[in-house]
């Protein structure tokens, strides 16, 4: 019998685009009240310009950015409120989601639950998570010493990122497939490091199906500093978080098998320095030429052809190293669009 999904993965995650206008700017169709957001010009006057980064749990005042290790920063001009909808824009003095003459794009997953959550030495200050569709936005307080946090998602996340609010520090990435003994090593998403290994950041401990370990290192356990966690786990039809072996070659690139069309595409080469490749299904919306983005870097989308999205995975089109070098090992992260 065929496998299906009872939800629609468009409830769970959206893709938007939009561009400036004058304050207030209400971006409507997301299909949700979204609780995680991610931000970018893509084209235009600040087309070049940081991410932004905003959530439910830190609040629509605070804003952090995916391309460098700054913390939590306070901009009561950007997202003015979170809708049922989607989000109100402010005038954005600092340009990095409502500036004048820019296109964006916008990123959305909805958790929505914000109580219940249990176990773990650390309890969150603040959260909201969504079983349905394994994703959730937690809130804690670093001890300084090995610990567990609950992640609410009631499966074992295999994609989870922490960045300290408080301090400077790295967003530190944890992929379930990206090497034989993940719990040992470690990614960082606004830089183009290859995976490292470093038994301070998960303690070297699986996550289980209620909690994920940290270590004492202070990128995301330090003593009384703030973190937030965005944590996902696999969700048939909907996420995938796996691994591919790139070909070098154009007669015969590899084919991973979502089971879904994915409407957000993030790859990284693991085994080597290399950067973020961000590609979605709206900014262009057809094949071969997928525009990119890259989340350790601040500048305009890319044009150069990488990837066709497919109606059940993707492949690569280039032999280029970000994507596909021979014997290279490369990480993804994906959400549908339409499931198969």
């Not at 009240?33 to 006057?45: C, E, F, N, Q, Y």
């Not at 629509?60 to 001009?77: A, M």
């Not at 034989?180 to 699986?206: F, I, K, Q, R, S």
């Not at 209620?210 to 909907?238: E, M």
Request: aromatic share 12%.
């Amino acid at each position: 019998m065929a496998a299906y999904i009872s939800f629609q993965p468009s409830d769970y995650f959206s893709t938007l685009l939009y561009s400036y206008a004058a304050s207030p700017n209400a971006i409507t169709g997301a299909g949700f009240a979204p609780d995680a957001v991610s931000l970018k010009g893509i084209s235009g006057t600040s087309g070049g310009n940081n991410w932004y980064i905003g959530n439910t749990v830190m609040g629509n005042t605070k804003t952090l950015r995916w391309n460098d290790n700054t913390g939590e920063v306070t901009t009561t001009d950007s997202i003015l409120s979170f809708d049922s909808d989607g989000y109100t824009l402010g005038a954005d003095a600092t340009a990095n989601c409502n500036s004048t003459g820019t296109n964006y794009v916008g990123y959305n997953w909805k958790a929505g639950t914000t109580s219940g959550i249990s176990g773990g030495t650390i309890t969150p200050s603040a959260y909201s998570f969504n079983t349905t569709a394994a994703q959730s936005v937690i809130a804690f307080t670093g001890t300084g010493a090995s610990a567990t946090v609950p992640h609410g998602l009631g499966a074992i996340p295999q994609f989870i990122i922490v960045k300290s609010l408080s301090n400077v520090s790295n967003w530190i990435v944890y992929h379930g497939n990206n090497t034989a003994a993940p719990e040992t090593d470690y990614m960082v998403l606004n830089e183009n490091y290859a995976t490292g290994d470093n038994d301070t950041m998960w303690d070297d401990t699986v996550p289980t199906s209620s909690v994920f370990s940290l270590g004492n290192n202070s990128d995301v356990n330090g003593s009384t500093r703030t973190y937030i966690a965005y944590c996902f786990a696999p969700k048939q039809g909907y996420s995938k978080f796996d691994s591919f072996v790139g070909s070098g070659s154009t007669s015969c690139t590899p084919f991973i098998y979502l089971g879904f069309r994915p409407a957000f595409l993030l790859i990284k080469k693991s085994s080597s320095t290399g950067d973020w490749m961000l590609f979605d299904d709206k900014r262009l919306g057809y094949n071969p030429d997928q525009n990119s983005l890259n989340t350790n870097l601040s500048g305009a989308q890319g044009t150069t052809d990488y990837v066709d999205i497919l109606s059940n995975g993707f492949r690569p089109t280039t032999t280029d190293a970000l994507v596909n070098g021979s014997g290279v090992t490369y990480v993804y992260a994906a959400f549908a669009e339409i499931p198969l």
